[in-house]
């Protein structure tokens, strides 16, 4: 029906049927909990994380010779084609990001071990910025290319990284350039 003021109760209709069960014992719901949430369950360990788990890269790797290989025989422009070049090129990333993340935890690793035996040899503790860690794992990355592909695999992946950089600042998602 209606309420006769704003900060009274809204009437119930009596035409609305009364429940004929009564709550006698309130049973409680078991409260279910996610152990990859719950502080219960300890904190994350990437390190103990990888350590446990580092097979699945290596099962990936089988599995993208397997995909390069199948590609290979299967004719070019045939939607399975499509189907493993995409499945290809998604699997490549994702291994190409864990070798960039393992690489910036090496290097954390070796930066925060030399920074220890510093401040044992007595000097003052020297904390290096996220983007310093970057640089340098970029250098290290830039090295190892260099080790296996020598200068023409680093122009290769300079001109890479420039195209990338080059379409993203066309797009608009990349950073933005005083004119």
């Not at 990437?46 to 010779?65: A, P």
């Not at 640089?135 to 830039?142: E, I």
């Amino acid at each position: 029906m209606g309420k006769r003021n704003n900060d009274a109760p809204v009437e119930e209709s009596s035409t609305k049927e009364v429940s004929r069960f009564r709550d006698v014992i309130e049973v409680k719901k078991p409260k279910r909990r996610d152990p990859r949430f719950d502080s219960t369950s300890g904190t994350f360990d990437e390190h103990m994380y990888r350590q446990s788990y580092g097979f699945i890269n290596e099962m990936k790797g089988e599995e993208l010779k397997k995909i390069k290989k199948q590609m290979r025989e299967t004719p070019k422009g045939t939607p399975e084609h499509d189907a493993l070049f995409s499945q290809f090129s998604r699997l490549q990333t994702a291994l190409q990001l864990e070798r960039k993340k393992a690489n910036l935890v090496n290097v954390k690793r070796e930066v925060k071990r030399a920074e220890i035996s510093a401040v044992k040899e007595g000097k003052k503790a020297f904390y290096m910025s996220e983007t310093q860690l970057k640089r340098l794992a970029t250098t290290r990355h830039v090295d190892a290319v260099r080790a296996t592909n020598g200068e023409r695999g680093v122009q290769r992946m300079t001109v890479k990284r420039r195209q990338r950089d080059h379409s993203k600042i066309v797009k608009g998602d990349g950073p933005r350039v005083r004119k």
